[in-house]
Nanobody
């Protein structure tokens, strides 16, 4: 049974930083590309970042480029999202997701999802 469990969310002031983690189990983690998505209240879920199975290829949404960084540790079966210079518009529930092998930005391309974790940025 595949499980993706996010942690590290919370409340932070604008300009601050948070680091999200997503621990995976029940799959061969190094075979999977990983992604981060987010959903703000009243909005559709949107792509934030993705990383290839090897960690050699990364893609970040324009809205977070230069502020957020996705990374992974295959020895720990964990993917990370470092979020710096946070803005109130980054407030959302953040989800990690897994798909076999290749990197992708489309939500429907992912096979497994975490339950999500709240990130709130106050102004």
């Amino acid at each position: 049974q595949v499980q993706l469990v996010e942690s590290g969310g919370g409340l932070v002031q604008a300009g601050g930083s948070l680091s999200l983690s997503c621990a995976a189990s029940g799959l061969t983690f190094s075979n999977y590309a990983m992604g981060w998505f987010r959903q703000a209240p009243g909005k559709e879920r949107e792509f934030v970042g993705a990383i290839s199975w090897s960690g050699n290829y990364k893609n970040h949404a324009d809205s977070v480029k230069g502020r957020f960084t996705i990374s992974r540790d295959n020895a720990k079966n964990t993917v990370y999202l470092q979020m710096n210079s946070l803005k109130p518009e980054d407030t959302a529930v953040y989800y990690c997701a897994a798909r076999l092998l290749t990197i992708a930005t489309l939500e429907r391309a992912y096979d497994y999802w975490g339950q999500g974790i709240q990130v709130t940025v106050s102004s």
